[in-house]
């Protein structure tokens, strides 16, 4: 049975987090599904201190600020998340976030291991996990090097932390191998419509339930 605004049942928004190594498809999957306005999903948007690649839209993909205002705004604990990545420094401003769930928004992320830790331990259940992990090592190089927005000297680096990246890949509640963009955003799909049927997302289910109880023939 569908469960309708005409049933008195509401849900509230839940985070859904995707991360994986630079060059595994996170960002082109979560990109994909934000813009399907179907799932009506907002995606947060990070501030960065790291330079704007020449791709990029300042506010659409990141909004890319200096490390004095990043430290004022971490200071203020006005950060839900915030990691140290490459050098650079990433976080998620609290406020957005925590309008959206209230209002029975969903919200989805873009963020690494260590972002999505501090997010779990901030909003437990409102928060859904999925991990992506390339086909093979020698696809995330080439994926990387087609990307052709980095140094041969970034690239390596890049690499050498998704070992670090991946190690992490149990802590995740499912973890896509991102081999065919179609199948893994399909994917993606399916785990959203079950994460938001959970019987815990779902408010005023109880009453809802009593009502049909009181209603059904008795024995």
């Known amino acids: 049975?569908?469960?309708?605004?005409?049933?008195?049942v509401s849900r509230r928004g839940l985070v859904l987090i995707l991360s994986s190594p630079s060059g595994?498809?996170?960002t082109t999957l979560t990109?994909?599904?934000?813009?399907?306005?179907?799932?009506?999903?907002?995606?947060?948007?990070?501030?960065?201190?790291?330079a704007r690649r020449p791709s990029e839209i300042d506010g659409q993909h990141y909004r890319?600020?200096?490390?004095?205002?990043?430290?004022?705004?971490?200071?203020?604990d006005d950060m839900l998340e915030w990691a140290e990545v490459h050098g650079n420094f990433y976080g998620t401003p609290c406020r957005p976030v925590?309008?959206?769930?209230?209002?029975?928004?969903?919200?989805?992320?873009?963020?690494?291991?260590?972002g999505t830790r501090q997010v779990r331990a901030k909003l437990r259940d409102d928060v859904v996990t999925i991990f992506i992990l390339p086909p093979s090592m020698a696809e995330l190089r080439r994926r990387l090097e087609r990307r052709a927005e980095d140094s041969a000297e970034t690239i390596e680096r890049r690499l050498r932390n998704a070992r670090t990246e991946i190690e992490r890949w149990s802590e995740y509640d499912y973890?896509?191998?991102n081999d065919d963009l179609d199948r893994s955003f399909k994917t993606l799909e399916a785990i959203l419509t079950a994460e938001r049927l959970r019987r815990q997302r779902q408010v005023g289910l109880d009453s809802f339930v009593a009502g049909l109880l009181a209603e059904a023939p008795a024995g």
């Open 31 to 50: 990109r994909a599904l934000a813009q399907q306005p179907e799932w009506g999903l907002e995606l947060s948007v990070s501030v960065t201190t790291r």
């Open 64 to 76: 890319f600020i200096d490390r004095e205002t990043f430290d004022a705004l971490r200071e203020r």
């Open 24 to 26: 595994a498809g996170k």
């Open 98 to 114: 925590e309008r959206a769930l209230a209002a029975g928004r969903d919200m989805i992320f873009d963020i690494d291991y260590q």
């Open 175 to 177: 973890v896509l191998i």
């Open 1 to 8: 049975m569908a469960i309708g605004s005409e049933t008195r």
